[in-house]
C-alpha cells in the first residue's frame, strides 16, 4: 500500500458554483488505477463525486479524463506511474480533471453528446453499400481491409477532442474523432460513397482541412488510432485521387507546395500564397481570391519590408538550389510519382521490424 | 563539435534574421556548421501529406548528405517543423529496411553515389544545447546573463509531438529544454498557457480566423502573464506569433505587442553580441522597442 493524494477539479450544477479544486487522501496499491482511486473516494468519503465508467478495463471508453494534465483513460493509467510523472515534486499527487472541449455536466463527466457524439453522427458513420448487394458477404482483399483497422481501434473515448488545438478555437471543427471515423469508410472497399464522403469534408470549412496539424490526438489516443494520420490519408486521397479543389484552398495549397519543391527544391514562399488562394501556377496571384488575400496581406508585407526583413526582389525571386541538385530533385519526384501505386508504409500495420535508434 | 547543418528554408526565406543569428552565435558555442546546400525542403508535412514516399525520399537525400560530411558528429537543425517531419520519415526509414531500400534505390537513380545509412543523429539546436553541449556548460559561456528578463517558452508542436517519435521520456526531457535554457541563460521562465500549444501556421491559409486566433490567445495569455517576450525554436511559429500579430490582434480584439525571439537570438544576447547583430530590430514587433533593456538586461557585457 501507498500513500496518494488526488487533486480533483469538481463542479456541481445544482450549487451553480463554479469549478473548484479539492483534495482526498487515499491509500491504495501503485499498481491500482487512477480510476479505482476515483472510485474508493467515491466510496469512502464522498457519495457525489461523478465519473462515467463502465469496463474498468480500457475497451469501452467511458472513463476518458485528464490525468496531471494529459488525457487519459482513468481505468488505464496506474497510480504509480501517474504519481511519479505528475506536476507536483512529492511524487505522490495526482491531478485529475474533466475531458476539454465539451461542457462539464458534473465534476469529470462531460457531454459527449453535445460535441463528440453530434460530430460522429455528422460524418455519415454507417456504411453505404456498393451495389448490388451480394447474396452472401462481401469479398475484400485482406490487404484493403487492414488499413482501416487502426480506425476500427476506436473505442469513442473522446481523449483527441478533449484536447484538439484546432477545436479549441473553431468549435465547429468536425475534430479528431470524427475524421478518423470518416476514414474507416472511406477507406472500406465495401463503401459506394468515397467521393461523396471526401467531397462534403473537403469544402466544409470546417472540414479535414482545418486541422492544424498540433499532434495532440496522437498523443492522446490511448488506442493507437493517430487520428491526424487519419485526416492526411483522407486529405491525400481526396486531392490526388479525386481531384477535388476545395473552397478551403486545402488542395491549391498541397499541390502548390509540391510543385513549388519540384521546381525550386526549396520552399518558395512568395510564391506559395498566392497559388494557395488563386492556383497552381504563376499566373495564380492573378486570380481574385489571392488578389483579395494579397490585399488584406499588405500591412504584414509593408512591415517586413520596412524592418528589412524581407527584401521584395529577392522575395520575389525565391531560392532554389543548383541545377545538379535540382536534377536529382527531380529526378526523385519522377521515380515516385511515376509509380503506378501510391506507396504508404504505416508502421501501425507493419510494426519496426529492428530496434529504431532514437532520432 | 563540427556539425552537418540544415537551416531549412523559412530560416533563409522569410526569417533571415534566424539563419544570420545561428551563424553569428554558433562560434560562440563552439559549433562549427557546415551547411547543407544541397538538400531540398523537408516538406514540413505537406509534402507527406501528398505523397509519403517523396518526402521520405527527400528527407533520406537530405540525411544522405549529413552522412557525407567529414568529422560531423551529428545533423543539426533550427526548425522544430523541420526536426518534426524529419523525424517522421526517419522513423519510417529506419523502421522497415525493404523500405529503405527502395527508398535508397530511387537515390542511386537521382544521385549516384548517394545512400542513406539507417541511424542518423539528427537533432534541433535545442537538443543538441542540452544533449550535447550541457547546460553547465552553457551557463559559462554566458558573459552578460539575462537578468529579469521574463521569458515565455514556445516550442511548436513538431518538437514536442509525438512524445514517442521525438525521444521525449523522463531521461530526456525534451518538453522542459527551453525551460532549461532560458534558466541557464539568468532569463526567468514565466509560466503560460500557450507553451505546448499551436501557432496556428499550418492552416493560415485555409482558416486564417481559427490560425490567427490560436497566434492571437498565445500572445495576449503571454501578456497576462507579465512576459517580456516569446522565444520560439520554430520560424513558422514565429511568422504566425510576430509577422502577423497585428493582424493576430485584430482577430482575438485586443492589443498585442509582444516580442518574439527565434532561440539563437535570446543565445546570442546572453552570449554578449549586441541586438544589431542579430537582427532583433528586424522583427514586426521590435524586441529593442518593448523591452526595457536597461532593467531588463543588465548593462554592457562582462568581459570574457
Same mark, same amino acid.
Given at each position: 500500500m501507498?500513500?496518494?493524494?488526488?487533486?480533483?477539479?469538481?463542479?456541481d450544477?445544482?450549487?451553480?458554483?463554479?469549478?473548484y479544486?479539492?483534495?482526498?487522501?487515499l491509500?491504495?496499491?501503485?499498481?491500482?488505477?487512477?480510476?479505482? $482511486?476515483?472510485?474508493? =473516494?467515491?466510496d469512502r468519503v +464522498?457519495?457525489?463525486?461523478?465519473? @462515467?465508467?463502465?469496463?474498468? %478495463?480500457?475497451i469501452?471508453?467511458s472513463?476518458?479524463v485528464?490525468?496531471?494534465g494529459?488525457?487519459?483513460?482513468?481505468?488505464?493509467?496506474?497510480?504509480?506511474?501517474?504519481a511519479?510523472?505528475?506536476?507536483h515534486?512529492?511524487?505522490?499527487?495526482v491531478v485529475?480533471?474533466?475531458?476539454?472541449?465539451?461542457?462539464?455536466?458534473?465534476?469529470?463527466?462531460?457531454?459527449?453528446?453535445?460535441?463528440?457524439w453530434?460530430k460522429?453522427?455528422?460524418?455519415?458513420p454507417?456504411?453505404?453499400?456498393?451495389?448490388?448487394v451480394p447474396?452472401?458477404?462481401?469479398l475484400?482483399p485482406?490487404?484493403d481491409?487492414?488499413?482501416?483497422?487502426?480506425?476500427?481501434a476506436?473505442?469513442?473515448?473522446?481523449?483527441c477532442?478533449?484536447?484538439?488545438?484546432s477545436?479549441?478555437?473553431?468549435?465547429?471543427f468536425?475534430?479528431p474523432?470524427?475524421?478518423?471515423? $470518416?476514414?474507416?469508410? =472511406?477507406?472500406?472497399?465495401? +463503401?459506394?460513397?468515397?467521393?461523396? @464522403?471526401?467531397?462534403d469534408? %473537403?469544402?466544409d470549412?470546417?472540414?479535414?482541412?482545418d486541422?492544424?496539424h498540433c499532434?495532440?490526438?496522437?498523443?492522446?489516443c490511448?488506442?493507437?488510432?493517430?487520428?491526424?494520420?487519419?485526416?492526411?490519408?483522407?486529405r491525400?486521397?481526396?486531392?490526388?485521387?479525386?481531384?477535388?479543389?476545395d473552397r478551403?484552398?486545402g488542395?491549391r495549397h498541397?499541390?502548390?507546395?509540391?510543385?513549388?519543391?519540384h521546381?525550386?527544391g526549396?520552399l518558395?514562399?512568395?510564391?506559395?500564397?498566392?497559388r494557395s488562394?488563386?492556383?497552381n501556377?504563376?499566373f495564380?496571384k492573378?486570380?481574385?481570391?489571392?488578389g483579395?488575400?494579397?490585399?488584406?496581406?499588405l500591412?504584414?508585407?509593408?512591415?517586413?519590408?520596412?524592418?528589412?526583413?524581407?527584401?521584395?526582389?529577392q522575395?520575389?525571386?525565391?531560392?532554389?538550389?543548383a541545377?545538379r541538385?535540382?536534377?536529382?530533385v527531380?529526378?526523385?519526384?519522377?521515380?515516385?510519382?511515376g509509380?503506378?501505386? @501510391?506507396?504508404?508504409?504505416?508502421l501501425?500495420?507493419?510494426?519496426?521490424?529492428?530496434?529504431?535508434p532514437?532520432? | 563539435?563540427r556539425v552537418?547543418?540544415?537551416?531549412?528554408?523559412?530560416?533563409?526565406?522569410f526569417?533571415?534574421?534566424?539563419?544570420?543569428?545561428?551563424?553569428?552565435v554558433?562560434?560562440?558555442?563552439?559549433?562549427?556548421?557546415?551547411?547543407?546546400?544541397r538538400?531540398?525542403?523537408?516538406g514540413?508535412?505537406?509534402?507527406a501529406?501528398h505523397?509519403?514516399?517523396?518526402?521520405?525520399?527527400?528527407?533520406?537525400?537530405?540525411?544522405?548528405?549529413?552522412?557525407q560530411v567529414?568529422?560531423?558528429e551529428?545533423?543539426?537543425?533550427?526548425?522544430?517543423?523541420?526536426?518534426?517531419?524529419q523525424?517522421?520519415?526517419?522513423e519510417?526509414?529506419?523502421?522497415?529496411?525493404?523500405?529503405?531500400?527502395q527508398?535508397?534505390a530511387?537515390l542511386?537513380?537521382?544521385?549516384?553515389?548517394?545512400?542513406y545509412?539507417?541511424?542518423?543523429?539528427n537533432?534541433?539546436?535545442?537538443w543538441?544545447?542540452?544533449?550535447e553541449?550541457?547546460?553547465?556548460?552553457?551557463?559559462?559561456?554566458?558573459?552578460?546573463?539575462?537578468?529579469?528578463?521574463?521569458v515565455?517558452?514556445?516550442?511548436?508542436?513538431?518538437?514536442?509531438?509525438?512524445?514517442?517519435?521525438?525521444?521525449?521520456?523522463?531521461?530526456r526531457?525534451?518538453?522542459?529544454y527551453l525551460?532549461?535554457?532560458?534558466?541557464?541563460?539568468?532569463?526567468t521562465?514565466?509560466?503560460?498557457?500557450?507553451?505546448?500549444?499551436?501557432?496556428?501556421f499550418?492552416?493560415?491559409?485555409?482558416?486564417?480566423?481559427?490560425?490567427?486566433?490560436?497566434a492571437?490567445?498565445?500572445?495576449?495569455?503571454a501578456?497576462?502573464?507579465?512576459?517580456?517576450?516569446?522565444?520560439?525554436?520554430?520560424?513558422?511559429c514565429?511568422?504566425n506569433?510576430?509577422?502577423?500579430?497585428p493582424?493576430a490582434?485584430k482577430?482575438?480584439?485586443r492589443?498585442?505587442?509582444m516580442?518574439?525571439?527565434?532561440?539563437?537570438?535570446?543565445?546570442?544576447?546572453?552570449?554578449g553580441?549586441?541586438?544589431?547583430?542579430?537582427?532583433l530590430?528586424?522583427?514586426?514587433?521590435?524586441?529593442?522597442?518593448?523591452?526595457?533593456?536597461?532593467t531588463?538586461v543588465?548593462?554592457?557585457?562582462?568581459?570574457?
Amino acid at each position: 500500500m501507498a500513500d496518494y493524494t488526488l487533486r480533483v477539479r469538481r463542479f456541481d450544477p445544482q450549487t451553480t458554483r463554479g469549478p473548484y479544486w479539492e483534495r482526498f487522501e487515499l491509500e491504495l496499491e501503485p499498481h491500482r488505477s487512477v480510476l479505482e $482511486a476515483v472510485l474508493d =473516494v467515491r466510496d469512502r468519503v +464522498d457519495g457525489s463525486l461523478g465519473i @462515467r465508467c463502465s469496463c474498468r %478495463a480500457a475497451i469501452c471508453g467511458s472513463c476518458g479524463v485528464r490525468v496531471n494534465g494529459r488525457p487519459a483513460l482513468a481505468c488505464n493509467t496506474r497510480l504509480r506511474d501517474a504519481a511519479a510523472g505528475g506536476l507536483h515534486p512529492d511524487g505522490r499527487t495526482v491531478v485529475v480533471e474533466p475531458m476539454g472541449n465539451m461542457p462539464v455536466l458534473k465534476d469529470l463527466i462531460v457531454d459527449m453528446d453535445a460535441v463528440h457524439w453530434k460530430k460522429i453522427h455528422r460524418v455519415t458513420p454507417w456504411l453505404l453499400n456498393r451495389r448490388p448487394v451480394p447474396e452472401r458477404e462481401y469479398l475484400v482483399p485482406h490487404d484493403d481491409m487492414a488499413d482501416v483497422t487502426q480506425t476500427m481501434a476506436c473505442i469513442q473515448c473522446g481523449a483527441c477532442v478533449s484536447d484538439c488545438l484546432s477545436m479549441e478555437v473553431d468549435p465547429e471543427f468536425v475534430g479528431p474523432a470524427a475524421a478518423a471515423k $470518416a476514414y474507416r469508410f =472511406v477507406g472500406d472497399p465495401r +463503401d459506394a460513397e468515397q467521393p461523396a @464522403r471526401l467531397r462534403d469534408l %473537403a469544402e466544409d470549412p470546417h472540414g479535414i482541412y482545418d486541422c492544424t496539424h498540433c499532434f495532440n490526438c496522437i498523443d492522446a489516443c490511448p488506442k493507437g488510432v493517430a487520428p491526424m494520420s487519419q485526416i492526411m490519408r483522407l486529405r491525400r486521397i481526396s486531392g490526388s485521387d479525386h481531384h477535388i479543389v476545395d473552397r478551403n484552398n486545402g488542395e491549391r495549397h498541397e499541390e502548390a507546395f509540391a510543385t513549388l519543391v519540384h521546381d525550386y527544391g526549396l520552399l518558395h514562399e512568395a510564391e506559395l500564397l498566392p497559388r494557395s488562394y488563386g492556383g497552381n501556377s504563376w499566373f495564380g496571384k492573378f486570380h481574385p481570391s489571392a488578389g483579395m488575400e494579397l490585399v488584406e496581406s499588405l500591412p504584414a508585407i509593408a512591415r517586413a519590408v520596412a524592418r528589412g526583413k524581407v527584401k521584395p526582389a529577392q522575395a520575389l525571386r525565391g531560392h532554389r538550389l543548383a541545377k545538379r541538385d535540382l536534377d536529382a530533385v527531380r529526378k526523385v519526384y519522377d521515380v515516385v510519382e511515376g509509380r503506378a501505386r @501510391r506507396s504508404e508504409l504505416n508502421l501501425y500495420l507493419s510494426g519496426v521490424e529492428e530496434e529504431a535508434p532514437a532520432p | 563539435m563540427r556539425v552537418a547543418y540544415w537551416p531549412g528554408c523559412v530560416s533563409r526565406g522569410f526569417t533571415p534574421e534566424l539563419h544570420g543569428s545561428m551563424e553569428a552565435v554558433a562560434p560562440l558555442l563552439g559549433i562549427e556548421l557546415v551547411p547543407l546546400d544541397r538538400a531540398a525542403c523537408c516538406g514540413a508535412g505537406v509534402l507527406a501529406e501528398h505523397n509519403q514516399e517523396l518526402a521520405d525520399t527527400l528527407n533520406a537525400r537530405t540525411f544522405a548528405l549529413a552522412q557525407q560530411v567529414d568529422g560531423a558528429e551529428l545533423m543539426m537543425n533550427i526548425c522544430s517543423t523541420c526536426q518534426g517531419a524529419q523525424s517522421e520519415c526517419q522513423e519510417r526509414l529506419d523502421a522497415n529496411a525493404a523500405y529503405r531500400a527502395q527508398v535508397n534505390a530511387t537515390l542511386a537513380e537521382s544521385d549516384p553515389g548517394l545512400s542513406y545509412e539507417k541511424g542518423l543523429t539528427n537533432k534541433n539546436l535545442l537538443w543538441l544545447l542540452v544533449e550535447e553541449i550541457g547546460l553547465e556548460a552553457l551557463r559559462a559561456k554566458v558573459r552578460r546573463p539575462l537578468t529579469n528578463l521574463r521569458v515565455g517558452p514556445f516550442y511548436g508542436c513538431y518538437i514536442v509531438r509525438p512524445r514517442r517519435l521525438l525521444g521525449i521520456d523522463a531521461e530526456r526531457p525534451r518538453d522542459r529544454y527551453l525551460h532549461q535554457v532560458i534558466e541557464a541563460l539568468g532569463g526567468t521562465v514565466i509560466d503560460y498557457a500557450g507553451t505546448y500549444k499551436c501557432c496556428g501556421f499550418p492552416i493560415v491559409t485555409m482558416n486564417k480566423t481559427a490560425s490567427l486566433k490560436q497566434a492571437g490567445t498565445h500572445l495576449g495569455d503571454a501578456m497576462d502573464a507579465q512576459a517580456d517576450c516569446l522565444v520560439v525554436p520554430c520560424p513558422l511559429c514565429h511568422l504566425n506569433l510576430d509577422l502577423q500579430q497585428p493582424l493576430a490582434a485584430k482577430v482575438v480584439g485586443r492589443p498585442l505587442a509582444m516580442p518574439v525571439l527565434h532561440l539563437p537570438q535570446l543565445l546570442g544576447l546572453a552570449l554578449g553580441l549586441e541586438p544589431k547583430q542579430l537582427a532583433l530590430g528586424k522583427h514586426v514587433v521590435k524586441p529593442s522597442a518593448v523591452i526595457d533593456w536597461s532593467t531588463a538586461v543588465v548593462g554592457a557585457p562582462a568581459a570574457a
